[in-house]
């Protein structure tokens, strides 16, 4: 059993932490910027509740975290009552959050300077990967800190995987969700075709699922998609911005990604019918449903 902290419990975290009792036994402080759902949390799941980030992290020997965006972080971190100036010499702190390359390295070595070690390491499978311990973990840092902690990690995930040094693990989630806007987009368009065209939706997915159309939005989504359903899972809020993480980051190496800029704005239309909360899926929203001739 390890001393755990893990701040910012919004609807990844909250069943992250739960994961590292209930599967790992472990002894868990939490700490949310709303206080009632770290009491909340710690009901539920016989942990402790920290009322700051700098409570919450004492005496740990690994931290975790899983906030909005750069300045969450650097608040949680940095901040009057953040982590870092806290935890102890030789702790690892392991980031969650969807963020930038550039804070992850600006953090890698404001941590170094405190002997603690920090990894970035975003996840991939949304609310339900996260409620059944299911995500899939980028990690970059030093592969020593990596080896310390992937264990607990796989406390509420499937894998964790070893990419590379400080922001690398960013820099894989940005990987990660080109490839995912292209997929939906694809499979919105291909929908839309389908429904066009009079076809059995069902018999056409039964048909090409198993082949190179493959995917899993493919066998999770498309049902949802037709049916127009998209009040749950990863908003399209979230996912815009991660996509300007990804643009920016694109213009600072000067890389091309046409599609992806596209496709940031068709989610832009959905954001602007009012539909920013809704599963990132809602692409084909877009489309208006045909009925079959």
Same mark, same amino acid.
């Given at each position: ?9 919004g609807?990844?975290g ?14 868990v402080?939490v700490s ?16 402790? +509740?920290?009322?700051?980030?700098a ?7 690994? &931290?975790?975290?899983c906030?909005g ?19 102890? =010499?030789?702790?690892?702190? /392991?980031?969650?959050?969807?963020? =930038?390359?550039?804070? &992850? ?6 941590? +170094?300077?405190r002997?603690?070690g ?5 996840? =991939? ?5 996260? @409620? ?6 980028? /990690?970059?840092?030093?592969e ?44 919105? @368009?291909a ?8 076809? #059995? ?5 039964? +048909?090409? =699922? ?5 995917? %899993?939005?493919?066998?999770?989504? %498309? ?10 899972g990863?908003?399209? #809020? %979230?996912?815009?911005? #991660?996509?300007?993480?990804?643009l ?21 239309d ?24």
């Amino acid at each position: 059993m390890a001393k755990l902290a893990f701040i910012g419990l919004g609807i990844m975290g909250f069943p992250m932490a739960g994961h590292l009792v209930t599967r790992g036994g472990h002894d868990v402080t939490v700490s949310n910027r709303t206080r009632e759902k770290a009491y909340s949390w710690a009901a539920r799941f016989g942990g402790k +509740a920290a009322s700051t980030p700098a409570e919450a992290v004492q005496q740990c020997d690994i &931290a975790f975290s899983c906030v909005g965006n750069d300045d969450d972080l650097r608040e949680i971190t940095l901040g009057p009552n953040g982590a870092f100036r806290h935890m102890k =010499s030789g702790a690892v702190f /392991v980031d969650h959050t969807t963020a =930038s390359a550039r804070v &992850a390295r600006e953090l890698s070595a404001e941590a +170094a300077k405190r002997n603690v070690g920090f990894l970035d390491a975003p996840v =991939s499978g949304g609310q339900v990967g996260a @409620e059944a311990g299911r995500l899939a973990v980028m /990690v970059g840092g030093a592969e020593a800190d990596f080896d310390r902690t992937k264990e607990t990690i796989g406390c509420f995930a499937a894998s964790a995987s070893y990419v590379g040094g400080p922001g690398s693990g960013q820099l894989a989630k940005m990987v990660n969700q080109i490839c995912v806007a292209g997929i939906i987009e694809g499979l919105s @368009e291909a929908l839309h075709f389908a429904e066009a065209n009079a076809l #059995d939706i069902s018999k056409v997915i039964t +048909a090409i =699922s198993k082949g190179a159309a493959q995917s %899993w939005q493919m066998e999770n989504r %498309w049902l949802t998609m037709v049916s127009r359903k998209f009040d749950f899972g990863f908003a399209v #809020d %979230w996912m815009r911005k #991660d996509l300007e993480i990804c643009l920016e980051q694109a213009r600072t190496n000067n890389v091309s990604l046409p599609v992806t800029a596209l496709i940031d704005q068709f989610y832009a239309d959905v954001q602007r019918k009012g539909g920013g909360r809704l599963d990132c899926s809602a692409l084909i929203s877009r489309f208006a449903p045909r009925s079959k001739h």
